[in-house]
């Protein structure tokens, strides 16, 4: 596959470089680092900060969510590469405004292991951290072991929740609670068309036949629940829109947020192709759909494919979700 990049060992420091060059309102770079990103207004005294992080290759996801009333800062790895304790570590310090940090990421384990060693360095720091991961990939574990999936695009839900209560003022332990309650209300699941290619090694993540499709298929193109022949946008709808309603226990009377997210290569127009089932499929059930995001969330390069993420919701996790936020690539109000 053809790609617009230089070499391919420079594509992710030129990629935060662009952004830094078409941004420097919003996010800045709090040291030599150029992998770890800052809100432009970083540190926010008394407030809490937020880290995220993961590898490269699924923009907006982790960097682009670095911004008033969403994360205030990042640290970013290679393609499909955790980034290293150090570097979040330093995004820790860059971000620490005296009411401690939330860490904030995909539940994956090299994530895991350099987010947990960056606790320990900020806490011979006197930074107080917490630990929040996305779990919400229904395909990855069954029910029973939610605590063990994959965090994949869900975790936007739980990157606005925390951010509006950090911007508000909420203490770390209230930022904390109100993560943990939208990442336990979040389902999710993805499909997979067609795979992508590494810059560093120009293979594919992953294979699939033609004519073939993968239902449950992760961000890196980690194995699905089902394999098996194409289907029609409404078959697709059908399949995971009946197991993200199971997962969460969804009834007549709830009320939902819909997040139809495309993986990097699938036109808008069959996202909303994708929606229009998952609208029809919702209200047929009676739940209310109170606010939807069609487009571009969380993706895997060129990977051909979408996910959909379903967010119960209340009074409360509603209005997190309507609170102003602004960042490079995302802004609400």
């Known amino acids: 596959m053809k ?11 030129e990629f935060v470089e662009g952004i830094l060059a078409a941004h420097p309102d919003l996010v800045k770079t709090p040291g030599d680092d150029i992998r770890v990103l800052v809100r432009a207004d970083a540190p926010r005294p008394g407030r809490v900060g937020i880290v995220t992080g993961g590898g490269s290759g699924h923009l907006p996801l982790f960097k682009g969510y670095v911004g008033m009333g969403l994360c205030s800062g990042v640290a970013i790895g290679n393609v499909f590469s955790s980034p290293s304790s150090e570097q979040i570590f330093e995004a820790t310090k860059a971000v620490n405004g005296g009411a401690g940090v939330l860490y904030l990421y995909g539940n994956y384990g090299g994530d895991v292991l350099n987010f947990d060693l960056a606790a320990d360095l900020a806490d011979l720091e006197d930074i107080a951290t917490r630990t929040v991961v996305g779990r919400d990939d229904v395909a990855s574990q069954p029910n029973e072991r939610k ?5 994949v695009a869900g975790i936007i839900f739980a990157y ?8 508000r003022g909420d203490s770390l332990e209230e930022v904390v609670s109100i993560t943990e309650d939208v990442v336990e209300h979040t389902a999710t699941m993805g499909i997979g068309l067609a795979p992508t290619i590494l810059p560093t090694t ?3 993540s992953f294979e699939l036949g033609d004519g073939e499709m993968e239902i449950g298929i992760g961000i890196h193109g980690e194995p699905g629940s ?3 022949p194409l289907e029609t946008a409404d078959e697709i709808a059908d399949h ?11 009834k007549a009377g709830a009320r939902v947020a819909v997040m139809v997210n495309g993986l990097g290569a699938t036109p808008l127009e069959e996202l909303y192709v994708l929606y229009r089932r998952a609208h029809q499929i919702l209200s047929g059930l009676g739940i209310e759909i109170s606010k939807n995001y069609v487009g571009e969330y ?7 494919g979408a996910s959909i993420s379903l967010l119960e919701l209340n009074d409360d996790r509603l209005a997190l979700l ?4 602004k960042s490079p690539f995302f802004q609400e109000g």
């Open 3 to 13: 790609k617009i990049i230089n070499a391919p060992e420079a594509f992710v420091d």
């Open 147 to 151: 605590l063990d999936r994959r965090g």
């Open 160 to 167: 606005k929740a925390a951010g509006a209560a950090a911007e």
């Open 202 to 204: 120009g293979k594919p």
């Open 226 to 228: 089902r394999r098996g």
């Open 240 to 250: 995971v829109l009946a197991a993200l309603v199971e997962d969460l226990g969804l």
């Open 298 to 304: 969380a993706t895997s390069l060129e990977m051909a």
């Open 322 to 325: 309507e609170a102003p936020a």
